[in-house]
Every structure is written in structure tokens, then in C-alpha cells.
């Protein structure tokens, strides 16, 4: 890892304003996208900002039919909260099948979305569940969120303080796992909320995505025994876990077992 | 060097150094504290071999800046024994011969303890599940398993 400064600001405002003073500034949430890709020099920021001691970050509330996620909520949290357990079951199945217990005790929703690495669960519950993405300077829907590969529609120095998930009607969570990663090599988020079924794809392509199709096809019967239109391999990823057309066909897979998780 | 003071508790101890901002928590205890319990197996988040506890939660401290554990508590496999009186999952390890070489065995018993902390009676396929992120290259698991089990029963007592 290379030299850098740390910071550890105790508000939203004097991180962003510790930011904007830097050369080469980034964000630090749980460190467990950052420190790693820190390690093998992928990245080498001059300051580090370390946004933990935000109490403004933290918490899961939930009001007027939305559960509120602090951007600095980590993975276990999620998983273990009875509230979101209630509301949107899912959500706590999503957030359990993410690595492993250390990984989901440090590992945080903001990091996770900010990094918006194309094989993280995620994306998947965001886009899935039509969520919008609270920053200290806007509120962002999901559908303009995620940008592909690594790409977000954040801008230079803005934090994610929170993610706002309207709760659905039912929604199911299924992931085809990388054996030794936990990764996802495909993993679909299927809901059924007050506009309409919408249904997101991760890990199958360079970004997170919605499957049309398969949302029109359950528009008219969310049952897993829907009959779903085979996906296209074109423009899904290839690489040494999982080929194009195999991705493909799991995304059926995946669809039809998140549909009956959501029950 | 950009260095930064870390002042934290560590088994019970409250420490306090300068160091480079860089610095990991497991070099902190390893190098710093002496405490080469820790050990660094992979360095890449995958194999529990620096498993610590901080503020009683199981992280993985070649992940971890020492700087981000500033101000919190953290418990290392020197921490768990009273003395010459070793830990329960310590002793549940040496009755059930769950080692061979050694090496992850602290990651390993630090999971241990933080899967009985959360679950009392842990099963099977909990402990299974719950040892993801730990790897051993030498046991085949069974006999860390069943460690678990029985560690996890003594410290029900
Ligand atoms: C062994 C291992 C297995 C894993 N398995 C999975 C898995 O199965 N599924 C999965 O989805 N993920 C997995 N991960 C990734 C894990 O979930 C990460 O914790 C997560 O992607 C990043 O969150 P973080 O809090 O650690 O962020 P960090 O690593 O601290 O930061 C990541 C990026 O986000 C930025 N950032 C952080 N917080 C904010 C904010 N509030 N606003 C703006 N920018 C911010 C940082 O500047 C940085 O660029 C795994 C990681 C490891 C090490
Ligand atoms: S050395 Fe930390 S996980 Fe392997
Ligand atoms: S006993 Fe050798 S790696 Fe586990």
C-alpha cells in the first residue's frame, strides 16, 4: 500500500469539506473494496477519509412505507435487523449471503453501492426494489444510478448517506454464488411493488440490469411456475467462472427461484 | 511518512503508538504490540488467519487500518486464556485434535468464539456455514467442527 494521510471527520459536512481540500482524496467506509485494491496499487489516494465516526450515517428506520438505510450500515447489520426482517425479508436474505461473517461485519451498503462492483448483491436490491440513493446533495432513483462497470452517477466527493426502499409487496432474492468469493455470478432481485413487477439482474453482465422480458412475463402471474422468455447471451460476461450462455440461462434459474423465495 | 496516533485497548490493555497511517491492525499487534498470535496467511481478505475480534465483533485484521480501530476494543487469541487456564474453545480445540500445523488455528478459534457469542448452540451446518471466510489447508474441517460444537457447549456453562 502506498503512503497516504488519514482524516476521520465527525460530520457529513467536514468530510466533504476534507475532501475537497485533497489532491487525490477517497472516501473509507469498511475498507473491504478499498484497502484490497489499496494493496495491489490499483489505487493509491493521498488522503483517506474515513467517514465511521458519522453517527448521521448509521441506522435502518423504517416510515411511511420505506425502509431508510444509513449509507454506513454494514452487511451484518442488515442481515440481523428484525425490522427489515418484517418489512423486506429479502433485503436480510441479500445482505447474509454476502462473503462471509468478517466481510459482512465491516462491509457497508454505501461502500458496496459506491464501488458498484458488477458481481456485488447489492445493486441487485437497489435496482430490484426501485430504491433511491440518498446523497448529501441530491437524491438519486436507482434506474440513473448505476452506470456500469465500477461506474455510478455519484459525482467527485459526494457521500451516499442513506438508501431509501419502498417496501414491496413481495419480492425474493436468489444468487448463484462464486464458490470461493461469494460473489455473485448471477444473483436476481424479483419484486412485485405498487408500480408494477420489476426485476434485477447482477453479476450476469458489466453492470447492473433489468430483465424487461422476464418482468413482462410476470406482470400477468408473479408465480415461479411462469413461463419466462430464455435470455440472451449477447453482452453478458465470459470469464474463467461462468461463460455468456451459461450467465444466461442462470438468470432464468435465478428469476424463477427468487420468485418463489419472495413466496 | 504520513503517520497517525493509535490508542486502543488490546486484551485489556490500553496501548498507544504513532505509527504510518498505512500501517494494518495486523502489523499493529504483530509488529508493534509483538502479538504474533495474528498470523497473515493470505493478506487478500480470504482465509481467517488474522482473525481478530474488535469490539467483540470476528474482522479480519489484515482488512482493517489500525487507525480505523482508533479508540475501540480489540481482543486477540493471547486475550482469551485466564492465565495458564486456556479459554474454552481453546481447550474444545486440543481435546478434538482440531489442528495440524497450527497455522489457522487462532483464526479459527477467534471465529469460534464470536459464532458462540451470536448463537449459543450452534448447529452443524451453522458452523459450517459460519467458518466461509476461515481456511485450513490441513485438517479437512471435520475435527474443527466438531471443536466448535463442544467449545461453543463450555461456554454455555
Ligand atoms: C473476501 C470478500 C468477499 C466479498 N464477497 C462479497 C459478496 O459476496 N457480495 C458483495 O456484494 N460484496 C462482497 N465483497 C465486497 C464487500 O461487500 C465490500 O465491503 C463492499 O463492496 C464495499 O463496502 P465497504 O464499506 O467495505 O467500502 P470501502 O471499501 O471502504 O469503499 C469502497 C468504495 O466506495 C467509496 N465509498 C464508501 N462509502 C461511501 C459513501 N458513503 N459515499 C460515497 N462513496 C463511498 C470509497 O471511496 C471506495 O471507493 C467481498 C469482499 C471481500 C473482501
Ligand atoms: S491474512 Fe487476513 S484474511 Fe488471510
Ligand atoms: S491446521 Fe494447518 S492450516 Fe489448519
Given at each position: 500500500m502506498r503512503e497516504f494521510s488519514y482524516h476521520r471527520p465527525k460530520s457529513v459536512a467536514d468530510a466533504a469539506k476534507a475532501f475537497s481540500s485533497k489532491s487525490e482524496a477517497r472516501y473509507l467506509a469498511g475498507g473491504h473494496s478499498l484497502l484490497p485494491a489499496m494493496k495491489q496499487r490499483l489505487n493509491a489516494p493521498s488522503d483517506l477519509i474515513d467517514l465511521s465516526a458519522i453517527k448521521d450515517l448509521k441506522g435502518i428506520k423504517i416510515a411511511g412505507g420505506e425502509v431508510v438505510i444509513g449509507a454506513g450500515t454494514t452487511h451484518a447489520e442488515v442481515a440481523h435487523s428484525t425490522e427489515i426482517k418484517k418489512a423486506i425479508p429479502a433485503l436480510c436474505v441479500l445482505a447474509e449471503g454476502i462473503g462471509d461473517p468478517q466481510v459482512r461485519n465491516r462491509g457497508t451498503i454505501g461502500g458496496s453501492l459506491a464501488n458498484n462492483?458488477?458481481?456485488?448483491?447489492?445493486p441487485a436490491a437497489v435496482l430490484g426494489l426501485g430504491a433511491t440513493v440518498v446523497t448529501n446533495k441530491r437524491e438519486i432513483a436507482a434506474d440513473s444510478f448505476f452506470k456500469g462497470?465500477?461506474?455510478?452517477?455519484?459525482?467527485?466527493?459526494?457521500?451516499?448517506t442513506a438508501v431509501r426502499f419502498p417496501i414491496p409487496e413481495k419480492a425474493g432474492y436468489a444468487k448463484f454464488a462464486q464458490p470461493a468469493s461469494r460473489f455473485c455470478i448471477v444473483g436476481v432481485m424479483a419484486a412485485k411493488t405498487k408500480s408494477g413487477v420489476r426485476v434485477a439482474v447482477t453479476g450476469a453482465g458489466p453492470g447492473v440490469f433489468r430483465a424487461t422480458d422476464i418482468e413482462k412475463a410476470l406482470a400477468s402471474s408473479f408465480s415461479a411456475g411462469a413461463s419466462l422468455p430464455a435470455v440472451k447471451a449477447s453482452g453478458l460476461s465470459s470469464d474463467i467462472h461462468a461463460g455468456a450462455e451459461y450467465r444466461a440461462h442462470l438468470v432464468g434459474v435465478m428469476a424463477k427461484r427468487a420468485v418463489a423465495a419472495a413466496g | 511518512m504520513s503517520s497517525t496516533s493509535v490508542s486502543m485497548t488490546v486484551n485489556g490493555k490500553s496501548v498507544t503508538k504513532e505509527v504510518p497511517a498505512r500501517t494494518l491492525l495486523v502489523s499493529f499487534l504483530?509488529?508493534?504490540?509483538?502479538?504474533?498470535?495474528?498470523?497473515?496467511?493470505?493478506?487478500?481478505?480470504?482465509?481467517?488467519?488474522c482473525n481478530v475480534h474488535i469490539d467483540g465483533k470476528c474482522v479480519k485484521s489484515c482488512t482493517v487500518l489500525a487507525a480505523q480501530a482508533d479508540g475501540a476494543s480489540v481482543t486477540t487469541i493471547e486475550g482469551l486464556a485466564k492465565g495458564d487456564q486456556l479459554h474454552p474453545m481453546q481447550a474444545a480445540f486440543k481435546e478434538h485434535h482440531a489442528?495440524?500445523?497450527?497455522?489457522?488455528t487462532p483464526g479459527m478459534i477467534m471465529t469460534g468464539v464470536a459464532l458462540a457469542n451470536e448463537k449459543s448452540n450452534p448447529s452443524e451446518t451453522e458452523i459450517r456455514e459460519y467458518l466461509e471466510g476461515n481456511f485450513c489447508r490441513?485438517?479437512?474441517?471435520h475435527n474443527i467442527v466438531k471443536a466448535i460444537e463442544t467449545g461453543a457447549k463450555a461456554m454455555r456453562r
Amino acid at each position: 500500500m502506498r503512503e497516504f494521510s488519514y482524516h476521520r471527520p465527525k460530520s457529513v459536512a467536514d468530510a466533504a469539506k476534507a475532501f475537497s481540500s485533497k489532491s487525490e482524496a477517497r472516501y473509507l467506509a469498511g475498507g473491504h473494496s478499498l484497502l484490497p485494491a489499496m494493496k495491489q496499487r490499483l489505487n493509491a489516494p493521498s488522503d483517506l477519509i474515513d467517514l465511521s465516526a458519522i453517527k448521521d450515517l448509521k441506522g435502518i428506520k423504517i416510515a411511511g412505507g420505506e425502509v431508510v438505510i444509513g449509507a454506513g450500515t454494514t452487511h451484518a447489520e442488515v442481515a440481523h435487523s428484525t425490522e427489515i426482517k418484517k418489512a423486506i425479508p429479502a433485503l436480510c436474505v441479500l445482505a447474509e449471503g454476502i462473503g462471509d461473517p468478517q466481510v459482512r461485519n465491516r462491509g457497508t451498503i454505501g461502500g458496496s453501492l459506491a464501488n458498484n462492483d458488477p458481481a456485488s448483491d447489492y445493486p441487485a436490491a437497489v435496482l430490484g426494489l426501485g430504491a433511491t440513493v440518498v446523497t448529501n446533495k441530491r437524491e438519486i432513483a436507482a434506474d440513473s444510478f448505476f452506470k456500469g462497470l465500477f461506474e455510478t452517477a455519484l459525482e467527485d466527493g459526494e457521500i451516499i448517506t442513506a438508501v431509501r426502499f419502498p417496501i414491496p409487496e413481495k419480492a425474493g432474492y436468489a444468487k448463484f454464488a462464486q464458490p470461493a468469493s461469494r460473489f455473485c455470478i448471477v444473483g436476481v432481485m424479483a419484486a412485485k411493488t405498487k408500480s408494477g413487477v420489476r426485476v434485477a439482474v447482477t453479476g450476469a453482465g458489466p453492470g447492473v440490469f433489468r430483465a424487461t422480458d422476464i418482468e413482462k412475463a410476470l406482470a400477468s402471474s408473479f408465480s415461479a411456475g411462469a413461463s419466462l422468455p430464455a435470455v440472451k447471451a449477447s453482452g453478458l460476461s465470459s470469464d474463467i467462472h461462468a461463460g455468456a450462455e451459461y450467465r444466461a440461462h442462470l438468470v432464468g434459474v435465478m428469476a424463477k427461484r427468487a420468485v418463489a423465495a419472495a413466496g | 511518512m504520513s503517520s497517525t496516533s493509535v490508542s486502543m485497548t488490546v486484551n485489556g490493555k490500553s496501548v498507544t503508538k504513532e505509527v504510518p497511517a498505512r500501517t494494518l491492525l495486523v502489523s499493529f499487534l504483530r509488529d508493534h504490540l509483538g502479538l504474533t498470535g495474528t498470523h497473515v496467511g493470505c493478506d487478500t481478505s480470504q482465509c481467517g488467519a488474522c482473525n481478530v475480534h474488535i469490539d467483540g465483533k470476528c474482522v479480519k485484521s489484515c482488512t482493517v487500518l489500525a487507525a480505523q480501530a482508533d479508540g475501540a476494543s480489540v481482543t486477540t487469541i493471547e486475550g482469551l486464556a485466564k492465565g495458564d487456564q486456556l479459554h474454552p474453545m481453546q481447550a474444545a480445540f486440543k481435546e478434538h485434535h482440531a489442528l495440524q500445523c497450527g497455522f489457522c488455528t487462532p483464526g479459527m478459534i477467534m471465529t469460534g468464539v464470536a459464532l458462540a457469542n451470536e448463537k449459543s448452540n450452534p448447529s452443524e451446518t451453522e458452523i459450517r456455514e459460519y467458518l466461509e471466510g476461515n481456511f485450513c489447508r490441513c485438517t479437512g474441517y471435520h475435527n474443527i467442527v466438531k471443536a466448535i460444537e463442544t467449545g461453543a457447549k463450555a461456554m454455555r456453562r
